[in-house]
């Protein structure tokens, strides 16, 4: 009987076990994106983002897709996250909080946060190197740091310019 509660006891224990991760909210890496219905560099990058969600979500790294546009409302947005099959939550910004708080200029404009630290902000990937001259990307920004984010590599702050529709 004893050999029973002793094994109870330890699967009791380490199933009240909790992730590091998960319990200190700081660790958590939140990818922010903004989108616009009428931009086409931001409806383009729905693909790569798509992408890079379906490689490294988990409770551990969150997707945000914010709509900063005047013109969009509830409707116009699940439209869009219908049509390109977004599978992370796309957020109203039409009073720009987000805009504001990280400094976003450009549609499809990518965020990372990681211990509540700005990591990374620019482009998803480099396939548009200006409004109108697309090609294949050779860099994947986004993939990348996610990478080594969940690697355990130590990362300084990174930037590149995101080409995109104006916000």
Do not use: H
Not at 27 to 38: D, M, R, T
Not at 111 to 121: A, D, G, K, P, R
Not at 125 to 141: A, L, R, V
Not at 147 to 159: C, K, P
């Amino acid at each position: 009987m004893n050999y029973f509660k002793n094994t109870l006891l330890i699967l009791t224990i380490i199933s009240c076990q909790r992730d590091p991760v998960l319990e200190n909210n700081s660790s958590i890496i939140k990818v922010s994106v903004f989108l616009s219905e009428n931009c086409p560099v931001a409806q383009y990058m729905t693909m790569p983002l798509i992408t890079c969600f379906e490689t490294f979500s988990s409770d551990s790294v969150v997707f945000v897709a914010y709509f900063p546009n005047l013109l969009s409302n509830a409707e116009s947005i699940s439209n869009f996250s219908n049509k390109y099959s977004i599978p992370f939550d796309c957020i109203d910004d039409n009073n720009g909080e987000m805009v504001s708080l990280l400094g976003a200029t450009v549609y499809s404009e990518v965020f990372v946060e990681y211990n509540n630290t700005l990591i990374y902000s620019g482009m998803v990937d480099n396939s548009y190197t200006e409004i109108g001259q697309w090609g294949p990307p050779d860099n994947n920004y986004l993939y990348n740091v996610l990478d080594q984010l969940l690697m355990g590599n130590d990362l300084e702050f990174s930037s590149t310019t995101a080409i995109g529709c104006i916000i």
